[in-house]
């Protein structure tokens, strides 16, 4: 006669969470991204060209176009929104690369801000023509037009010498860590190489920095972190 002996019971297994993404910050970078773009297209196509030997005149004829000063107040917008949506998105990709977050944060921080700046600094001329019924447009005012573009573009070409410094924070985790995919590092880094050439490619790199975050932004809502 064989006596059985009770088996003991196994605890029940519990259901492992899911790996946690960021969906919410994730979503801000690609609107970021999205709203970059639209607004440096949309002003790239609507700026006046005032380099030449009669720019003061197309200047001039530029802004006493009021559908000219509708479409810069608008983007004016749009890129301001852009910025603070990129903040969002800044706080968890920081998080993402782990002990170089200082970096990533300061740098994004200061090219968020100097975005902005530059964007009113821009745009303050159609607005107040748009807004302010005592503003004359005229050969004398639309020189202060010209000077405020040249100071708007000598800020994109600060704030891309930012985001530099976010971009190779990045790379570097993506090499050493692995905390973002290294595809992601490389498109930054050879980002931040254009950024050194600032007078020169800040147009460029600006787009390509939109580009990015979309990228990045994606990567977030898709990609668990590292040891998760």
Do not use: K
């Not at 530059?118 to 004359?136: E, K, R």
């Amino acid at each position: 006669m064989t006596i059985s002996t009770p088996t003991a019971q196994r605890p029940p297994r519990l259901t492992e969470p899911p790996p946690r993404r960021d969906l919410w910050p994730g979503i801000a970078g690609i609107a970021s991204g999205v709203l970059m773009l639209v607004g440096l297209i949309v002003t790239y196509a609507n700026t006046p060209d005032y380099t030449d030997e009669d720019g003061l005149r197309e200047t001039v004829a530029f802004y006493l176009d009021d559908s000219n000063l509708d479409v810069t107040e608008a983007m004016t917008l749009v890129m301001l929104v852009a910025s603070m949506l990129f903040l969002w998105f800044l706080s968890a990709l920081a998080r993402r690369v782990g002990s170089r977050s200082q970096l990533v944060l300061s740098g994004g921080i200061v090219f968020a801000v100097l975005t902005m700046i530059a964007t009113i600094t821009g745009g303050i001329y159609a607005i107040s023509a748009l807004n302010t019924d005592t503003f004359v447009v005229g050969p004398g005012t639309a020189m202060v037009a010209m000077l405020l573009m040249d100071v708007a573009y000598a800020g994109f070409i600060a704030a891309m010498a930012a985001a530099a410094v976010l971009l190779f924070a990045v790379w570097r985790a993506g090499v050493t860590t692995h905390a973002v995919p290294a595809w992601l590092g490389w498109s930054g880094f050879g980002i931040a190489v254009l950024c050194c050439a600032g007078p020169f490619t800040a147009w460029l790199t600006v787009l390509l920095m939109a580009l990015w975050t979309i990228a990045a932004g994606v990567v977030l809502i898709v990609r668990p972190p590292v040891g998760e």
